[in-house]
Structure formats: structure tokens, C-alpha cells
């Protein structure tokens, strides 16, 4: 071995000794003398021989030279959250039009069809009296001067009072006496730009933006809780955390590598769940300062929150939230797994397969999730409508539009497709001066019909394929957005 360092050896001549390596051992006759007085100052120790063994090889690429100071830090943070804001401004109109059209009620037609229609219900006799626009307390003219029967008086006097009622036999409240000057006037079931419109006119930019530092704050609040249940609920389990994986192309997260797909798949699911049960009350208040006028205190959350009756998930929202929370969180993180496990689509060898599945899917999720929330935010309505004990308030809750019953999830969506709404009807003249009903094309049907779950799913569709188109050209939007 001595002689491979005094030179090259003569059977290997062009052989070079490598530069890296422990050092050489020291010479024999220092080392008997060396042991009478202790180890050498000079031998070096295992942690620096392996720095000198490692010293050419270059991480920098990998590791950074320092951690990140507590300026840098806090500037990360604040650029996240400013972007976060931002995000929420350009969305929260869109939001509020969808609340608002979700929790619309819809009337069978226009208010002059409707008014017609139940004068045509009406006898011959009725319909003179309604369009007799004589004062009845008027003295007659053209009458006998005899007077009159007390019984004939009375009648005559209450028939000139008479009202119109219902086939139920109550009297409507009439629309244009009761009406706030908060109410919206909607004549489209589904347009956003309409609602957009009219709340700029009345109530200008904060009716348009209104909730939107709430819907900030539950936002961030919801991502953080189900992130911190998701880890929790990992090490519990002993699973890989899924938020770690690596993400699918369009929202979700891609569990196909972890060892316990379904394991990971279940933690996803319960994590969001326990984050929309947890949030559910700053939820329903975010859906109260949506719905209300901007004039109307209390505006601010912590104040809103006081007006509650409970400060915990009410028990008739439970089903419908826990739904809202996991079945959307379910298909997002179960479709890449069913896509590369199952039908062997994969990022990597069928880019273009995989970002149009994944699409596809997240088009499922948002139909999925629209008429829950549709149903959901009927249900938080009539929470906040209730009176609360406490305050014994007697004063009914003032919308901005007239807010649909919540009857459970099944009764709901059956008011919606069934009962609410019908076909566009046109107030025409009949013969002899009588008002008829000129109904459209469609006919006469009851309900909105199946559309009325989805309000908003355009604005939604826009969002996703936003998304989709900046996540197919590679660009940052690739892990999702806030649409």
C-alpha cells in the first residue's frame, strides 16, 4: 500500500488515486512515541474528516445558506394574504348575485300575471266590482232618493270593500305598498348581472361587496382548520398526510402514492367535515350580512355573532352542512385516484387525458355542490329569521329579497323544482273588457323547474375554466385559485 503512495504503479500506470478520502495515517515511528503522552493533538475528528471528504460537493442548489429572517417571514405572510384578499374582492360580487339567487323566492310568473290570473278565477260580479271606480261613501245621483234597506247598506258597503284573496281564502299582502325601497325588483330567476345592477343602484359599492371581510376571514379560517384536523387526524391514524402528497391539476389532492389510499382519502373527508362544522356559525353570518341591507347594524362580525341563538351548528343544519362540507371534498380527492388506479390515466404519460378528466370532474364537483349550498343557505336564513329567546325580537329579519322556506333537503329542493315559480305569463285584454292570461310558449307549469338549484353555475363554469386553461399552458395556477 506504501508504494501506491510513493507513485504509480507499474501495472497500473495511468491509474490516479482519488483526492477524496480519510487522511493518511501518521508514520509508524511518531506513533510509538505519541502514545506516552495521550492521542495526537493533530488527529482530526469523524464530523470534520467527512466534512473534508464532502467538501467538493456543491448543495446549494438544495439547502440555503441561512434560514429566513423573522422580516422575511412576515413579508411571506403578508403577500399571501394580500393576495387572498384580493382574490376574494374579485369574487365576492359574483358571490353575493349567487347567494341572492339562491335564496330568492320565486313567484309563478310576473306580479301583473299573476294578479290576473286570480281575477279570471273570479265571477262576472266580482270583476264589476273591481273595476267600479266609484267612491262608495259618495252620495248617488241616479239613484231612487228612497232609502235604503239597512240590510241592502251593509251589504253594498262591505261589497265595495271587498278584497282579492287567494284560493286558500287569505289576502295577499300587495307588493307595492309593502315593499322596502331595500327590496330588489328581480325579474330574471337567473341573471347575476341583473342582481349585480340593481344592488349598485340602491345600496352603490358596499351593497356589491358586502360580507366581503367576513368571507376573508372564514376562508382563511376554513383552509387553516382543515389543514391542522388533516395532520392531526394523519399522525392519529399513522397515514401520510394527504395536504403533503403532491396535488391534482385542478383542486383536490392526489392520494394514489400514498401507501393507504383510502385511509388518506377518509382523513380528507373528515377533516373537511370538521372544519364546516366548526365554521358553521361564522358561515351563516357571512350569509346574513349578504342578505341584509348595508344600512342595517349590525354589520361587523363579532357584534353578529352575539345575535345568534346559538353559537354552535343549529341540529336542523347538521345533515345539510356536514353534506355541503364532505361530498364536494370526496369526489375532488377521490377522482385522480379512480383516474390513475383504475383507468390508468396518468399526469406524467397522458397529460393531455389526465387535465381533461380531471376538468371534467371538477365540473361534477361544482353541480354537486351548488344545489347543497342552495339548500344551505335557505337553512341558515331561516336560523337567522327565528326569533331569539333572549331578546324576544318581534320585528321580522328585512332582506333585500323575499327569502324561500327551508323545509329539510329533500322538501327544499322539492319547493324549488315543484312549487316555486312557473312559466313567464303576459297580462292581456279579454272580450267584453274582461283581463285574460296570454300564457307563453312553454305553458303553464309549476316551479322553476330543475335549473332552480343550480344559480350561478356560469359564473362557476367561467372560474373553473379559467383555472383549467392556466393550469393546461403550466402557469401558477396550476395548484388551484380561489374560484
Known amino acids: 500500500m506504501s508504494s501506491l503512495r510513493e507513485g504509480p504503479n507499474p501495472l497500473r500506470p495511468y491509474y490516479i488515486p482519488p483526492s477524496v478520502g480519510l487522511p493518511a495515517d501518521p ?162 330567476g337567473d341573471s347575476l348581472v341583473e342582481v349585480i345592477s340593481q344592488l349598485w343602484t340602491k345600496e352603490g359599492a358596499w351593497g356589491v361587496w358586502k360580507g366581503a371581510n367576513t368571507t376573508f376571514i372564514y376562508s382563511v379560517l376554513l383552509k387553516t382548520i382543515e389543514s391542522w384536523t388533516r395532520s392531526l387526524l394523519s399522525v392519529l391514524l399513522n397515514v401520510p398526510d394527504p395536504g403533503l402528497l403532491v396535488e391534482s391539476g385542478v383542486g383536490g389532492l392526489d392520494i394514489v402514492d400514498s401507501p393507504y389510499p383510502f385511509a388518506s382519502l377518509g382523513v380528507a373527508v373528515a377533516a373537511a367535515g370538521i372544519a364546516g362544522v366548526i365554521l358553521a356559525p361564522l358561515d351563516i353570518i357571512r350569509t346574513k350580512l349578504i342578505l341584509t341591507p348595508s344600512t342595517h347594524p349590525p354589520r361587523s362580525l363579532f357584534k353578529s355573532l352575539t345575535t345568534l341563538n ?26 385522480p385516484l379512480f383516474l390513475r388506479s383504475r383507468l390508468g390515466v396518468d399526469p406524467v404519460l397522458t397529460p393531455n387525458t389526465y387535465s381533461v378528466a380531471t376538468f371534467l370532474s371538477s365540473s361534477l364537483e361544482l353541480f354537486l355542490r351548488l344545489p347543497l349550498e342552495t339548500v344551505l343557505r335557505r337553512g341558515q336564513m331561516s336560523v337567522v329569521s327565528s326569533p331569539s329567546p333572549s331578546t324576544a325580537r318581534q320585528t321580522p329579519l328585512e332582506t333585500i329579497v323575499d327569502v324561500g322556506p327551508y323545509r329539510g333537503i329533500v322538501g327544499t329542493m322539492w319547493t324549488i323544482v315543484k312549487e316555486e315559480g312557473g312559466a313567464e305569463q303576459e297580462l292581456v285584454v279579454g272580450t267584453g273588457g274582461a283581463p285574460a292570461v296570454k300564457i307563453g310558449k312553454k305553458g303553464r307549469r309549476k316551479g322553476q323547474g330543475v335549473e332552480g338549484l343550480f344559480r350561478g353555475w356560469r359564473v362557476g363554469m367561467w372560474g373553473l375554466v379559467g383555472v383549467w386553461g392556466v393550469a393546461a399552458l403550466g402557469g401558477a395556477g396550476a395548484k388551484g385559485g380561489e374560484f
Open 310 to 335: 346559538i353559537i354552535t351548528l343549529p341540529p336542523s343544519l347538521a345533515a345539510i352542512t356536514l353534506l355541503h362540507s364532505t361530498l364536494p371534498t370526496f369526489l375532488a380527492t377521490s377522482a
Open 27 to 188: 508514520a509508524p515511528n511518531n506513533t510509538s512515541a505519541n502514545s506516552k503522552h495521550g492521542p495526537s493533538p493533530s488527529k482530526t475528528s469523524f464530523g470534520s474528516s467527512a466534512r473534508d471528504i464532502l467538501s467538493d460537493l456543491d448543495y446549494s442548489e438544495y439547502l440555503s445558506d441561512s434560514s429566513p429572517s423573522a422580516v422575511e417571514v412576515i413579508k411571506g405572510l403578508a403577500d399571501q394574504a394580500l393576495w387572498k384578499y384580493t382574490s376574494v374582492l374579485l369574487a365576492q360580487p359574483f358571490e353575493v348575485a349567487k347567494t341572492v339567487l339562491q335564496v330568492h323566492v320565486a313567484y309563478n310568473g310576473t306580479k301583473s300575471a299573476a294578479a290576473a290570473e286570480d281575477m279570471r278565477r273570479r265571477p262576472v260580479g266580482y270583476r264589476d266590482d273591481m273595476y267600479n271606480d266609484s267612491d262608495p261613501d259618495s252620495p248617488s245621483y241616479f239613484t231612487s232618493s228612497a232609502p235604503l234597506s239597512p240590510h241592502r247598506s251593509t251589504s253594498s258597503h262591505s261589497r265595495g270593500r271587498r278584497h282579492v284573496t287567494d284560493r286558500a281564502g287569505y289576502i295577499p299582502s300587495s307588493p307595492n305598498t309593502t315593499s322596502s325601497p331595500h327590496k330588489l325588483d328581480l325579474r330574471r
